[in-house]
């Protein structure tokens, strides 16, 4: 007879597979279903890239190194009715232009759909090493903000960000490629978390790539003799307050972690619903008070 998982429904602990694997397929299917999708470019590619400009090249609008310009081009189509995608990495395609994010897209709350890559990675230093990312995009009224942990969340994520009306900000991690965590069945819904795994001693609450790293710890400390919980944290805004007050009744602890500041960012976030609602032993863990640094990834992360 064979072992029961001590995972919950729909998990199933596979290979590493890049997450925007997930965004290019969705992407392409349901442009060719709704003509209203359209790919802004930054002066990089974007998710299904080389089939939009060999078959709807009328779709794509390149607006170069210039994100300021291209927030207010997005703004502009939502306007006139059409959905634009625009991906670049956070330092370019939100901080250059967070003000024309703010006044020409979310004031109005306009249908656009941002996709970013950042958090704590590689080689490339300090300026496209963005760990402030949760932070100053969570204060921004009117913005959706997801952040995906595998490939299969990102092909739900991504489909689901298209579909809801309004504007969306989804962060794809620009570090380690992550393990697939999902089976395809997994039922995404923006706004929940999902219970990867129940405990008793305490539960870590994580987002993006260091869902992945929740669970490679929780099995350290089974070894040590302690039942943690995962929750899957995949909407930074607006939190899933009721998964947390019920984390913390039920263990009585919680671990926050995210690949980017522990400073207005989802540890805060937790933090705030859990003082008002349900206080607990905590401990958010991310990148302190400082910028990344350049570096092999498993330097950064310590």
């Known amino acids: 007879m064979a072992k029961a998982s001590k995972y ?3 998990i199933k602990i596979g290979n590493p ?26 002066d990089m590619g974007g998710p299904g890239i080389k089939w939009f400009t060999q078959n709807m090249p009328e779709r794509v609008i390149e607006c170069g190194v210039a994100e300021a310009n291209a927030a207010v081009v997005c703004g502009a189509l939502a306007a006139e009715g059409f959905i634009p995608v625009v991906h670049s990495f956070d330092f370019a395609l939100l901080a250059r232009a967070y003000n024309q994010i703010r006044q020409s897209i979310l004031v109005d709350r306009f249908n656009v759909k941002l996709l970013g890559r950042g958090g704590a990675w590689g080689d490339t230093g300090i300026s496209h090493n963005y760990v402030e990312t949760f932070a100053f995009m969570r204060c921004l009224p009117n913005l959706v ?12 994520a991504f489909a689901a960000m298209l579909k809801y009306v309004g504007p ?24 929940k978390a999902y219970s990867i795994k129940d405990g008793n001693d305490a539960t870590i609450i994580a987002t993006g790539l260091m869902v992945g790293i ?18 899957d944290m995949s909407t930074l805004k ?6 947390i007050i019920k984390a913390s009744v039920e263990t009585g602890a919680i671990v926050t972690a995210e690949n980017g500041s522990i400073i207005g960012g989802l540890g805060e976030g937790v933090a705030a619903v859990l003082c008002e609602n349900a206080p607990c032993p905590m401990v958010r863990f991310g990148v302190e008070d400082e910028f990344s640094q350049s570096g092999r990834d498993s330097d950064i992360r310590g």
């Open 8 to 10: 919950n429904q729909y």
């Open 17 to 42: 597979v890049e997450p925007k694997e997930g965004f290019d397929p969705v992407m392409i299917e349901m442009a060719q279903k709704d003509p209203r999708i359209l790919m802004v470019l930054e």
């Open 145 to 156: 903000i997801l952040s995906v942990a595998d490939v299969v969340e990102a092909k739900k």
């Open 168 to 191: 969306v900000f989804i962060r794809q991690e620009a570090g380690p490629v992550p393990p697939t965590i999902y089976t395809e069945d997994y039922p995404f819904q923006i706004g």
């Open 214 to 231: 929740a669970i490679e710890a929780e099995k350290l400390l089974e070894k040590e003799g302690y039942n943690v919980g995962i929750l």
């Open 238 to 243: 607006p939190l899933d307050e009721e998964a």
